[in-house]
């Protein structure tokens, strides 16, 4: 049921923004994708049209309680020209997931991916060429019925925005600090932590903005239930590397299953490493600490790729990992997968789909 896209260039495009003040999310490129939703009609008028305000009554559910998703992936030009995209069958296929635990209905996986390539290739002047930089993708869907029932929306907008995207680690990859959270939870099992949703941000904010009054960068969030196991790192999966031996949490629903994170896996057992995925105790890892064998931390996600932990500060109790700096399995991951979106790398694994 693949439909048309139809496509109204604007006739005022933006003055592009220079290579060095893109950040992260503060410019938008010229066209947006946007398609509907309605009980009758399933996902139709699929269209790219001009960036621009959306008009939405006061009423619109998506204001009042949060039933909307989003993912996030990035476009990248490599050194030949081409443009690549980095596993977007796994993000929609994670769109679709977190639609069901949302009560969204689901989209064409295929369609979507469509849609995120023709609106990049209608904006792939907008694609930066810096190293580091890229065209980050946000396709969301947000539930737009004027109503202020509580209960599914029976219509929704799902849209796609672009936005030019600057290097992460504009001065060389730098470990973070860490402060590991004892007192806000960010999901629990059986509410939606494994679900790209608005409301897992709204509600890991306070936490964040305590641990940066303190000094540090982001919180290591611990379950919800016993707070004594380890989850995910800001808005990142989180790896740790004992005795020479990977350590990620296992995925049990209240943890946001990361491409970049299983991208990692894939590439660490490629190269005949130890990857586990189990719960792991706060206190096992201080206890590794003391023993001398934490060699390792890091977080893991589209923004950073591989951002590493320099210190954590656990009730009071600061360790510092690897002196400070990238570990070498960290650097190796961070150059492999990089090297994969930026056509660099050969991509064995076929994780990349050209633009064209
Ligand atoms: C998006 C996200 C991640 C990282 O997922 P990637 O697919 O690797 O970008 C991790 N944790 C949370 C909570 C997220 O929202």
Known sequence: MSQQIKIEITKQPKQKPDSNSLGFGKYFTDHMFIMDYSPEKGWHDARII???PLSLDPSTMILHYGQAIFEGLKAYKTADG??????PDKNVARMNVSNDRLCIPSVDPEFCIEAIKELVKIDKDWIPE????????????????????????????????LSPSGAYYPGGIKPVKIY??????????????????????????????????????????????EK???EEVGSMNVFFKVNGEVLTPSLQGSILPGITRDSVIQVLKSWGMKVTERRITIKELYDA??????????GTGTAAVISPMGELNWAGKKIII?????????????????????????????WTVEVK
Request: glycine share 10%; proline share 4%; net charge positive.
């Open 50 to 52: 001009p960036y621009g």
């Open 82 to 87: 081409r443009i690549l995209l980095f596993r």
């Open 130 to 161: 810096a190293p580091g930089t890229s065209l980050y993708v946000r396709p969301f869907i947000i539930a737009t019925d004027p109503h202020l029932g509580v209960h599914p929306s029976k219509t929704y907008k799902f849209i796609i925005i």
């Open 180 to 225: 590991v959270e004892s007192e806000y939870v960010r999901a629990v099992k059986g509410g939606m932590g494994f679900a790209k949703t608005m409301g897992n941000y709204a509600a890991s904010l306070k936490a964040q903005a305590v641990a940066e009054t303190k000094g540090y960068v982001q919180v290591l969030w611990l379950d919800g239930v």
């Open 228 to 230: 004594k196991y380890i």
């Open 289 to 298: 600490h003391a023993a001398g064998t934490l060699e390792e931390a890091f």
């Open 322 to 350: 690897n002196n400070n700096n990238i570990g070498e399995t960290s650097q190796k991951l961070y150059d492999t997968i990089t090297g994969i979106q930026l056509g660099k790398i050969e991509d064995k694994l076929g």
